[in-house]
Nanobody, 118 residues
Framework: VQLVESGGGLAQPGESLRLSCIIT????????MAWYRQGPGKKREMVAQ?????MAIYSDSVKGRFTISTTGNTVNLQMNLLKSEDTAVYYC???????????????WGQGTQVTVSP
């Protein structure tokens, strides 16, 4: 299973970026989809995660500015009102069972750089 991310880049404070993550194969069951990030010199942290079909949780630092959404085998992160502290490598994560007999597995994308700078 590969998670292919796109949409990172350079933005100015106050601007928007949209990240996308495509899951390259069908899975038996997806338990959750999430975006994490790791800023310079910082630990990786959860930014947004789906809960069930229609709910999501967000870190306090992005609440009200970021929105996670899913469409088929794609999970997106809409990032509005970007701040310099949002600068980080962003990683897509899913927890899923690839086949019915497997335990829940943890899958990660390769990461995409987001830089917010004037």
């Amino acid at each position: 299973v590969q998670l292919v991310e796109s949409g990172g880049g350079l933005a100015q404070p106050g601007e928007s970026l949209r990240l996308s993550c495509i899951i390259t194969r069908n899975l038996f069951a997806i338990n959750s989809m999430a975006w994490y990030r790791q800023g310079p010199g910082k630990k990786r942290e959860m930014v947004a995660q789906t809960i069930g079909r229609n709910m999501a949780i967000y870190s306090d630092s992005v609440k009200g500015r970021f929105t996670i959404s899913t469409t088929g085998n794609t999970v997106n992160l809409q990032m509005n009102l970007l701040k310099s502290e949002d600068t980080a490598v962003y990683y897509c994560n899913i927890k899923a069972r690839p086949i019915s007999a497997s335990p829940i597995m943890d899958y990660w994308g390769q990461g995409t750089q987001v830089t917010v700078s004037p």
